[in-house]
């Protein structure tokens, strides 16, 4: 399977864990500043597309 790991290099990883819950995107946050994202075996691309813009959007509300 496969992992992606982005480190944030500042904030509350918590907050951006729970943001994306909201918005019915599930990761995990690890070490408070380490975000986890395990996509399924079976995944298509407008399902990527759309964890990416959840992911996005959370982001870009976090650094505002």
Do not use: W
């Amino acid at each position: 399977f496969d992992v992606h790991l982005i480190e944030l290099p500042k904030g509350d990883g918590k907050k951006i864990y729970e943001e994306c819950l909201k918005k019915g995107l599930l990761i995990n946050c690890t070490q408070g500043n380490v975000l986890r994202i395990m996509p399924p075996m079976v995944v298509t691309k407008s399902e990527i597309d759309r964890a990416v813009s959840i992911l996005d959007a959370v982001l870009a509300g976090v650094e505002a």
